[in-house]
């Protein structure tokens, strides 16, 4: 089994920076993708960034140039650095991890911004 603990979210105001952690623990053999989605109120879920193994990354289009995703494979951790918030971006940030060929999620973590 694998857990996912995150931590790093908050109240910021507009124009703030907030850096959300995921870490994952547990039997892991590999672990491929990570990633970061959100949940706003009454919205689905909708995918933020991910991170492959390698390295590659992708970004919704309302978080580029603003977001950037990176990971620390040796401590099976991804990070989810978020400069220049904006209201819109106010939502539960969920970690989503492919370890072991399954897909894991974390509890999620609110992130609110607002002045």
């Known amino acids: 089994q694998v857990q996912l603990v995150e931590?790093?979210?908050?109240l910021v105001q507009p124009g703030g920076?907030?850096?959300?952690?995921?870490?994952?623990?547990?039997?892991i053999f590999s672990i491929s993708r990570?990633?970061?989605?959100?949940?706003a109120p009454g919205k689905q879920r909708n995918m933020?960034?991910?991170?492959?193994?390698?390295g590659s990354t992708n970004y919704a289009n309302s978080v580029k140039g603003r977001f950037t995703i990176?990971?620390?494979?040796?401590?099976?951790?991804?990070y989810l650095q978020m400069n220049s918030l904006k209201p819109e971006d106010t939502a539960v940030y969920y970690c989503n991890v492919f370890a072991n060929s399954r897909s894991y999620w974390g509890q999620g973590t609110q992130v609110t911004v607002s002045s």
Do not use: E, F, K, P
């Open 70 to 78: 990176s990971r620390d494979n040796g401590n099976n951790t991804v």
């Open 7 to 10: 931590s790093g979210g908050g």
């Open 17 to 27: 920076s907030l850096r959300l952690s995921c870490a994952a623990s547990g039997s």
């Open 34 to 39: 990570m990633g970061w989605y959100r949940q």
């Open 48 to 54: 933020v960034a991910t991170i492959t193994s390698g």
